[in-house]
């Protein structure tokens, strides 16, 4: 019963974007790349998106209306604590090949609230801040739109901060960060990456209650997503928000039952690593409901089907992922929900570091979510750009 009631709710929304995209002004593709960055064939012909964004019903709308889906990569170097700095040739070349290799509209920068302010949020970084805007500038001049993203889980695991939600301390660094961005049409502020404010055993509604409203958790106090995003628009913050449930950004499940949907304007709801099975009931109850019941639009921000990282598989290996990564990228089309796929590394969507236009490829012969020392076979790099080339092309 759900999964027919979904493909049919999938095919009216189909129809009903291709009415609105023939409605719609449409941009030109063809722009002019800066020779850092000059661009392959295939993304000379991808699209481009420009904002300021705006939240019309479960769509993001951009500049004369135009339907904005997000289709980019997540880069997390500058969310390295302490030694960020080290990562920025290397993020320089993944922005590039992101708007390029990969046929993509968006990049996601990952930013550590702790290398911007300290471990004890009582400092401040300008070499820091100006790192930010050196990539963001690099993104911009080849067209794409910047998802910034506050990360906070290197510094809690060198141990120097323990940060599992958003505190005041995360209103001060998006403070911090709005007088060079806030009034940039380009830029999207994805609030705060993976809530992990939750331990066995506690409630749907108690969960909910600490997302929403905030609250004391393991000995840290909590300020909760309904004020923060509030209250960075009562300061001025005029860019379209991304935020992210519970659960390491898992699902929003029950936080409507829960009354915990934000009435802050311009808001999407960023899932990550959906758990359970890989099917259309999960997917509805995790995600996709918000889009069905006319709630807000949706995006995957950060997912991977692989980990190659340490020495056993992890909980992001899809075991059935040669048949169901293909049904869930075309189950996320079909609501115009858009990814920002993790990340241009060996092993996870390319074969190597050093050439990020080879992606990764699933071989359906010898799958396995076993860990092996040369996952080339492993990562849906292949599938993912190719989606996107199909989507954004």
């Known amino acids: 019963m759900v999964a027919a009631g979904l493909a049919r709710t999938g095919n009216f929304r189909l129809i009903l974007l291709a009415g609105l995209a023939l409605a719609l002004a449409v941009f030109g593709t063809a722009s002019e790349m800066p020779a850092a960055g000059a661009v392959t064939a295939a993304g000379s012909s991808c699209q481009h998106a420009v904002g300021p964004f705006h939240v019309h019903a479960t769509l993001v709308l951009g500049a004369r209306g135009k339907i904005y889906v997000p289709y980019g990569i997540t880069v997390p170097g500058l969310a390295n604590y302490p030694n960020w700095s080290a990562t920025m040739p290397a993020d320089h070349k993944k922005i590039l090949a992101t708007a390029s290799s990969w046929c993509s509209n968006t990049v996601r920068l990952q930013v550590s609230q702790d290398n911007l302010l300290g471990p004890h949020g009582t400092g401040f970084s300008q070499k820091y801040l100006n790192a930010i805007k050196t990539e963001v500038g690099w993104a911009e001049a080849v067209h794409l739109v910047v998802v910034l993203n506050d990360q906070t889980e290197t510094a809690e695991a060198t141990g120097v901060d323990d940060q599992k ?3 005041a301390g995360t209103e ?3 403070k911090k960060l709005k007088p060079a961005f806030g009034g940039d049409k380009q ?6 990456n993976e809530p992990r404010t939750f331990v066995s055993g506690m409630s749907q509604p108690q969960e909910w209650a600490l997302w929403h409203d905030g609250g004391t958790f393991e000995g840290s106090d909590y300020i909760g997503m309904a004020r923060l995003a509030a209250d960075l ?3 001025g913050a005029r860019n379209l928000f991304w935020v992210e449930g519970p659960d390491f950004a898992s699902t929003f499940a029950g936080m409507q039952a829960q009354h915990a949907v934000l009435t802050t304007a311009d808001v999407v709801y960023d899932f990550h690593h959906p758990q359970g099975a890989h099917n259309e009931a999960t997917w509805h109850n995790d995600f996709a409901w918000l889009v069905i019941t006319n709630v807000a639009p949706v995006v995957d921000g950060e997912w991977t089907n692989y980990q190659p990282f340490g020495t056993a598989a992890n909980s992001e290996c899809w ?3 040669p048949t169901r990564i293909p049904l869930y990228l075309k189950y996320l089309a079909g609501f115009s929900i858009g990814m920002t796929a993790y990340q241009l590394a060996a092993g996870l969507l390319v074969k190597s570091n050093t050439n990020l236009a080879s992606p990764t490829t699933i071989s359906a012969a010898t799958w396995s979510c076993a860990h092996t020392t040369n996952p080339t076979n492993r990562g849906a790099g292949q599938l993912i750009r190719n989606w996107y080339r199909a989507q954004n092309g």
Do not use: E
């Open 165 to 167: 939600g958003p505190t």
């Open 172 to 174: 001060t660094f998006w």
């Open 187 to 192: 830029v999207i502020f994805d609030l705060f």
């Open 233 to 235: 628009r009562a300061a």
């Open 319 to 321: 075991q059935d992922a």
